[in-house]
């Protein structure tokens, strides 16, 4: 897909929720090609796929409250030659069909592409059944699959365009509503697999996906005024695969690893950079922010994000407690595995 | 329309052989599941042997119909079939369920030649099923899929999903057939968990039914000409069959679910189908 190739303006966006976007995008990809398929379950008019069938009701395929059928649809279609876009809440796609998507989709290693709406704790006031903080663990943990956490909806339009000619099934995980822009226009280079420097800072990195990246890059901006800290912020968009080479270069240069993200704190983001830094044997301070191993309570969504400390006063605070800490900085790089 | 004398006596000779190949690949395999693999097929040799629109020398040719085996676990059964379809080598056969074979109990159709989705989770096949035939309207195509369910599996809810919205949509270029041969895993339907009466539950879901004798190949081609011809929706075949059909200490034993075989059995087996067919 060209670069800039969206219909929509960075003004437009302003009002536009990331799952709005991601209708207005499929619409357009739809009109670019006949082997898009779409196909939801009672959730056309949620998760903004509804777009596509105002469209081409033709190529769309609303299957009911039926997820499991969702998913295996899904595949049969992508068996016909199709690019089926499928779309629910992230709860049910990752845990009432999680086994559709595992063994229909992605051990036949199927065109699928999952764009899963409403996940984390986003859903807010609807509760715990209807927030998903497994979904990154579970998605990551399914052979072929691609997960993508997109920071807004800027990144959303450019994840789906760019999960169109990716080879496999991809999973996009977007949250509920109106959750402000980090990405400031829709003129920079997206590639799935590759972390994006958001600022660049010497002092510490904070790695954070979806929602999460904009609190990073505004905690970092009071930080750099307010403690004169230099704070690296990376836009870690694609779980898996996960962007090695820009984890690595923050560790030898920043020497102190922060991760944000809207998810258990097990096996998602976090699990997936620390896996990386472990296995390079090189040492670094690190912490992982996200849901700590419980479920999430009721609430506006900014309460949860505030409660959870996923915003801008959450990172405040995770950066100068990981500042503060005694942390031996080995000079001597080389001498690790 | 009815079989010629000369049709049934081919199809007829098919299965006999087949029945063997699978015994032999039953044996080999250390471990199979030969009860549901005798009962099934029949099914699989009207399919394959009148009226598949397929080719083995182009397995993904696009227009060709689709077999979705949801009883995946009929895998020891459908290869055999494959390999004298001539997907792959019959010799492969030797290999199945070995360490690094292509073949396990369940097939899978990034690795085995002729099988069009991976199966083996009870209850996700209809609803692949389903997609494919949505995919072929989508196309204007006017191949057909089938899709060979248990008649255990006909518990999983997720059948009951795809059969729902495969008469929603009206989907007329879909045959189920259920291989209903009365016994799940740990003894009958009636003992475990009831399924009767399926006739009257896949009507209720808008299907067109008919229950047949899923081992005679008139009957068996009746209704596959039946659900061919009709338009108004998806059709679904009841074939009752016998677990172990042709192995006379097989037939109707739950312990037959899955089992190995070694000389003798092997031996006695092979003889019993010799018997069956001797009758013909």
Redesign the interface.
Same mark, same amino acid.
């Given at each position: 897909m060209a670069e800039g190739s969206v219909t929509w303006s960075i003004d437009d966006a302003d009002h536009m929720t990331a799952a709005e976007i991601y209708g207005e995008t499929l619409v357009q990809l739809g009109e670019e090609r006949e082997d898009i &398929?779409a196909l939801t379950a009672d959730l056309a008019k949620s998760t903004k796929i509804g777009k596509f069938e105002g469209r081409f009701p033709?190529?769309f395929?609303n &299957?009911?409250i039926?997820e499991?059928?969702l998913?295996?649809?899904?595949?049969?279609?992508?068996?016909?030659?199709?690019v089926?876009f499928i779309s629910t809440f992230a709860v049910f796609a990752s845990l009432r069909a999680g086994?559709?998507v595992r063994?229909?989709i992605c051990?036949?290693?199927l065109d699928c592409k999952i764009i899963a709406t409403h996940s984390g704790i986003s859903f807010g006031q609807a509760g715990t059944t209807h927030h998903c903080t497994e979904d990154l663990a579970v998605m990551r943990s399914f052979a072929n699959m691609t997960v993508i956490a997109p920071a807004d909806g800027v990144e959303t339009a450019k994840a789906v365009e760019a999960s169109v000619d990716w080879k496999g099934p991809v999973y996009i995980r977007i949250g509920r509503g109106f959750e402000p822009w980090v990405h400031k226009d829709t003129n920079y280079n997206y590639e799935i697999g590759k972390g994006i420097e958001m600022r660049s800072g010497s002092d510490i990195t904070v790695i954070a996906c979806g929602t999460s990246v904009y609190a990073a890059v505004d905690a970092a901006e009071v930080l750099e005024k307010e403690d004169g800290l230099s704070v690296r912020v990376i836009d870690m968009h694609t779980i898996k695969p996960i962007d090695r080479d820009i984890i690595m270069k923050a560790v030898e240069e920043t020497r102190r690893i922060v991760t944000f993200e809207d998810h258990n704190i097990i096996g998602g983001l976090g699990s997936a950079v620390g896996e990386v830094i472990v296995e390079s044997g090189k040492g670094c301070a690190f912490k992982k922010v996200g849901i700590p191993d419980e479920y999430s309570i009721v609430g506006y969504p900014e309460d949860l994000y505030n409660h959870f400390k996923l915003d801008t006063d959450g990172v405040l605070e995770t950066v100068r407690e990981v500042m503060g800490k005694e942390f031996e900085e080995d000079e001597d790089w080389e001498d690790e595995i | 329309m009815a079989l010629s004398e000369s049709e049934l006596k081919a199809l007829t000779e098919k299965a006999h052989q087949l029945r063997k190949d699978i015994i032999q690949t039953v044996a080999w395999s250390g471990g199979g599941h030969a009860g549901g693999a005798l009962s099934q097929l029949d099914i699989l040799v009207a399919l394959y042997y009148k009226y598949l629109n397929i080719d083995p020398s182009n397995p993904e040719k696009?227009d060709r119909d689709?077999v979705v085996l949801s009883k995946g676990h009929g895998g020891v059964g459908y290869a055999p079939v494959l390999a004298d379809k001539g997907y792959f080598k019959k010799e492969l056969l030797q290999t199945f369920n070995h360490t690094g074979s292509s073949f396990g109990m369940h097939l899978?159709?990034?690795k085995v030649p002729g099988v069009?989705? !991976?199966t083996? !989770?009870l %209850?996700?096949g209809? !609803?692949?099923?389903? %997609?494919?035939?949505?995919?072929?309207k989508?196309?204007k195509k006017d191949w057909l899929t089938y899709c060979i369910m248990g008649d255990g599996e006909q518990h999983e %809810? !997720?059948i009951w999903? %795809?059969a729902?919205?495969a008469a929603?949509?009206k989907l007329n270029n879909l045959i189920g057939i259920v291989d209903n041969n009365n016994l799940c895993i740990d003894g009958p339907l009636t003992e475990i968990m009831d399924v009767s009466p399926l006739d009257k539950k896949w009507e209720a879901f808008g299907w067109k039914v008919k229950i047949i004798n899923g081992h005679d190949f008139n009957e068996i081609c009746d209704a596959i000409d039946e659900a061919q011809a009709y338009k108004d929706g998806p059709f679904l075949i009841i074939a009752q069959t016998v677990k172990g059909k042709g192995v006379d200490y097989m037939e109707g034993a739950k312990e037959w679910h899955y089992g190995g075989l070694d000389g003798d059995m092997t031996r006695k087996a092979l003889e019993s189908i010799d018997r069956m067919y001797a009758g013909k």
């Open positions: &398929v033709e190529r395929i &299957v009911g039926a499991q059928n998913f295996g649809i899904g595949a049969g279609l992508a068996l016909a030659g199709f089926p086994e559709q063994t229909d051990y036949q290693n | 696009p689709r899978d159709k990034n069009d989705a !991976s083996g !989770s %209850g996700h209809m !609803s692949i099923a389903v %997609g494919l035939a949505l995919g072929a989508f196309a %809810g !997720s999903e %795809g729902m919205a929603h949509y």
